[in-house]
Nanobody
Framework: QVQLVESGGGLVQAGDSLRLSCAASGRTFSLLHMGWFREAPGKEREFVAAQTRGGTGTFYGDSVKGRFTISRDNDKNTLYLHMNSLKLEDTGVYLC??????????????????????WGQGTQVTASS
């Protein structure tokens, strides 16, 4: 089992930056594909970003490309999401995800919720005007 705990959310103004963290435990972190999704009221869970276990593949949702950066520190067992130029529509609960089932990670596969078999509880990000 993998446990994921997100932190770093908060209330910010549009245009500000924020860094989210996801602490993982229960498996060798470097062997996990890791990702971020978000949920907004009345909307489906949306893919934000993902990074393969080897760090060789990094993928982003269209709405965050150029503004968000995903990174990982395998020594600290921690995944990060650096968010710049936040917009009102970035508001939502951000969830950390992990996968260890051996599926091939591609730009298409990581966007699907079924690729991921572990989820955190989420951290709230609110961007205000």
């Amino acid at each position: 089992q993998v446990q994921l705990v997100e932190s770093g959310g908060g209330l910010v103004q549009a245009g500000d930056s924020l860094r989210l963290s996801c602490a993982a435990s229960g498996r060798t972190f470097s062997l996990l594909h890791m990702g971020w999704f978000r949920e907004a009221p009345g909307k489906e869970r949306e893919f934000v970003a993902a990074q393969t276990r080897g760090g060789t593949g990094t993928f982003y949702g269209d709405s965050v490309k150029g503004r968000f950066t995903i990174s990982r520190d395998n020594d600290k067992n921690t995944l990060y999401l650096h968010m710049n130029s936040l917009k009102l529509e970035d508001t939502g609960v951000y969830l950390c995800a992990a996968a260890d089932r051996g599926f091939s990670a591609s730009a298409r596969s990581v966007m699907s919720r079924t690729f991921w078999n572990y989820w955190g509880q989420g951290t709230q990000v609110t961007a205000s005007s």
